[in-house]
């Protein structure tokens, strides 16, 4: 069964705070995602990686930063927290899309900034 | 710009009642997802349509895909309290690793 974890399911950090979120899957999946996502504005994508060393900014990617070490783990790095990023944090997982593959998503983590 | 539009954005319906909710996009694509999110909750997939014309049933839930139109319907038959929740639709980029999402349908079901 596909597994997607996410370190903390709730984070609360002071402004200018250094936050790390991790994510781990366990289905050996190149591809990993970190979307925010908050009301009435949908999920947006804020970085992907699509293999081991390697990836890409999404759509809003000012203010954090990814790293992707090894294969099953994608973190999420808030380098300064500040207050207009609090929301809810999901990372997600797939298969190579030639496939049709869909993404699996992790519990989520909601980050309250102070 | 590549789109997404989910029609309705919020629906609320009756017990026992059918609708449709609706996924448009601007771009050429074959693969299509739907999405369930309960409030509070993270994303389950629901279903996965992979060509022109295709179908998916689960219990009360149907979706398809017309690949010509652009367009992906969610029907959902004689609606039950716990379909309550957001939905969404997303598109695979042929050329990408990403997918496009609508806004999400958020649907309330009252008994």
């Known amino acids: 069964d596909v597994k997607v974890t996410q370190s903390s399911r709730y984070l609360v950090k002071r402004t200018g705070e250094k936050v790390f979120l991790e994510c781990v899957q366990d289905?050996?999946?190149?591809?990993m995602f970190w979307y925010r996502q908050d009301p009435g504005l949908g999920l947006r994508l804020i970085y992907f990686?699509?293999?081991?060393?390697?990836?890409e900014k999404g759509d809003i990617p000012e203010g954090y930063s990814v790293s992707r070490e090894k294969k099953e783990r994608f973190s999420l790095i808030l380098e300064s927290a500040s207050t207009n990023q609090t929301s809810m944090y999901l990372c997600?997982?797939?298969?190579?899309?030639?496939?049709?593959?869909?993404?699996?998503f992790g519990p989520g983590t909601r980050l309250l900034v102070l | 710009e590549l789109k997404v539009e989910q029609n309705p954005l919020f629906l609320s319906m009756q017990e026992g009642k059918n609708y449709t909710i609706y996924c448009n996009y601007s771009?050429?694509?074959?693969?299509l997802y739907w999405y369930r999110q309960d409030p509070g909750k993270s994303l389950e997939s629901l279903f996965v349509l992979l060509s022109n014309g295709a179908v998916k049933q689960e219990g009360r839930l149907m979706a398809s895909l017309d690949t010509k139109a652009r367009l992906s319907t969610l029907h959902i038959t004689a609606a039950v309290h716990d379909l309550s929740a957001t939905y969404f639709c997303?598109?695979?980029?042929?050329?990408?690793?990403?997918?496009?999402w609508g806004a999400g349908t958020k649907l309330i079901i009252k008994p």
């Open positions: 997303a598109v695979d980029m042929d050329s990408n690793y990403q997918l496009i």
């Open positions: 990686s699509y293999d081991v060393k390697m990836k």
């Open positions: 289905m050996d999946h190149e591809n």
């Open positions: 997600a997982s797939r298969a190579p899309s030639q496939g049709g593959e869909t993404q699996y």
């Open positions: 771009t050429t694509s074959d693969r």
